[in-house]
């Protein structure tokens, strides 16, 4: 028996004003396992009331506790002391997400486990480094401008389960950096990592009602990006509901952040090194077995070496050991529910119709009766224009599209309705650089992919608005304010 299911996780409370609260709402939310199709833990749904103390309590954290004035220097410590937290239980993270979703845990350990933290240590020095307050010489004058960075306001990270403490940390850490107090709203897969979160705030001292966690689904999720006391919302997940945030937010004239969903591709040059490149490609295209928002899933090869690349990618694919996520061996893991294995069938099933030819996988994995896995699949003679190559699947498949010229490559990589990352693969970091100044995506990534805390992530067309890391990742969290002065 995979060692994951001996965790059980019972939740109670709701964490709301620096307190455990018992939940309103009659139901609690079990989180089933991936690989034993068995409860591994429950927690609290939430109800309206309860989203309306959460509110409450992180706006009353706002006007009537110091934290939204405190300086830059003030609040870093305390986003240090938060990463101390999570970083004490960093292992534990690690292994509550893998019980939950299935990620394999040599991702969960270093990305769920301590990259959070990582997080907050480069918003508390970014905090630091930022000031409240600059003057600046009144154009064309007279007078002098005080421009003061203010909080945005109460803020609500509502996140999908992909990687769920990674990214509710991409919002929570420069939201506090910033002043702001937060209400998260995680997944209702991934609920119980969430209190993790919630653990570690209150263990460092954060004050009461700046961070509040609430559970519960879409109707939740809803309830609060609409909620009158939230004053921005900070989306990761499907276009689809990123569609239907966007337009609430537009009504409501209220800032949002959508991180949404791609179809990204990685375009690999003549003059590659194949070993090298699909060594890499097990990160770029494969990571959380394929249930990665910024994987190259469309791998795009020259004419000239279509067989060799598709021969290498079908042999990586068949190489990566898929099994128990708790395994530190395993490479990929379950999908995080049944109704996502569901709809990654559904598209092996389109690519087949379509005329697709499968050169690895397309099945389940002999020997993996239960739980919710895939064989990782590839398939080759893939049109552009293709459903697999159109749509985001989501799980571990991959096509490879030929292409006659870098030229063609780049059009190509470009006819998506998506645009969020994109990777090249070139013996020549210069060539590939060039490449990535044409591709009309947010992220691209020569030789790798590895996303930088220090640079702005985010998509164009579908794949969202606004930026999420870096300096412009605070920005996102920060109203100017300008106060004119006549000397
Ligand atoms: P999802 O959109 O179904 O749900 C995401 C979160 O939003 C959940 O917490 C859900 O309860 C909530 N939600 C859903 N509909 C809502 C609505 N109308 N109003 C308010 N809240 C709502 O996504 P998912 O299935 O959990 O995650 C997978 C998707 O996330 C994929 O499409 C993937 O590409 C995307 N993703 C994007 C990024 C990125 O940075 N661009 C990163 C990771 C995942």
Excluded at 148 to 161: L, Q
């Amino acid at each position: 028996m995979p060692s994951e299911t001996r965790l059980h996780y019972r939740r109670e409370h709701l964490f709301i004003g620096g307190d455990w609260r018992p939940s309103t709402a009659p139901g609690t939310r079990t989180v089933i396992s991936p690989v034993t199709e068995q409860p591994v833990g429950e927690a609290p749904d939430t109800a309206p009331a309860d989203v309306d103390a959460a509110v409450a309590a992180a706006r009353q954290a706002l006007t009537a506790s110091p934290w939204a004035l405190w300086d830059g220097e003030t609040r870093a410590a305390a986003l240090d002391r938060f990463a101390d937290a999570l970083e004490r239980r960093a292992e534990e993270t690690a292994r509550v997400v893998t019980a939950e979703m299935g990620m394999p845990i040599s991702v969960s350990g270093p990305v769920e486990g301590t990259g959070p933290a990582r997080t907050l240590r480069y918003f508390a020095q970014l905090a630091r480094a930022t000031p409240q307050e600059e003057r600046r010489p009144a154009f064309p004058g007279p007078g002098t401008t005080v421009v003061r960075r203010e909080p945005v306001g109460v803020v609500a990270p509502v996140v999908p389960w992909n990687f769920p403490q990674s990214l509710t940390m991409f919002k929570v850490a420069p939201a506090l950096a910033a002043g702001c107090a937060v209400v998260v709203k995680p997944a209702p897969e991934t609920v119980l990592d969430a209190f993790q979160l919630a653990d570690a705030a209150q263990e460092a001292g954060i004050p009461d009602g700046v961070v509040n966690v609430v559970t519960g689904g879409r109707e939740t999720g809803a309830y609060l990006v609409a909620h009158p006391g939230v004053d921005k919302v900070a989306f990761t997940g499907s276009t689809e509901a990123g569609r239907a945030i966007g337009e609430v937010c537009g009504r409501l004239l209220r800032p949002a952040t959508l991180e949404l969903g791609g179809k990204s591709a990685a375009i690999v040059l003549d003059d590659a090194d194949l070993g090298q490149a699909v060594r890499g490609l097990a990160w770029a295209c494969l990571l959380n077995s394929g249930q990665t928002c910024y994987t190259s899933s469309r791998i795009l090869a020259p004419r000239s070496r279509y067989t060799e690349v598709v021969d290498a990618v079908a042999d990586l694919a068949a190489s990566l050991r898929v099994g128990d996520p708790s395994d530190p061996a395993t490479r990929v893991g379950p999908l995080a529910s049944a109704r996502q294995r569901a709809g990654v069938e559904s598209y092996i099933d389109a690519g087949l119709a379509g005329g697709a030819r499968v050169v690895t996988g397309g099945g389940r994995p002999a020997g993996l009766e239960r739980g919710w896995f895939v064989e990782p699949t590839v398939f080759a003679d893939v049109d552009n224009s293709a459903v697999v190559a159109r749509e985001e699947i989501f799980g571990p498949v991959l096509v490879v599209i030929p292409y006659d010229d870098v030229d063609q490559a780049v059009a190509i990589a470009d006819d998506s309705p998506y645009g969020l990352a994109g990777t090249v693969w070139t013996s020549d970091e210069d060539k590939g650089l060039e490449i990535a100044r044409r591709m009309r995506t947010g992220t691209v990534g020569v030789n790798f992919y590895n996303i930088d805390l220090g640079a702005p992530f985010g998509g164009v067309k579908a794949s969202g608005l606004g930026r999420e890391l870096g300096p412009e990742g605070l920005a996102a969290y920060v109203e100017h304010k300008s106060v004119y002065l006549r000397s």
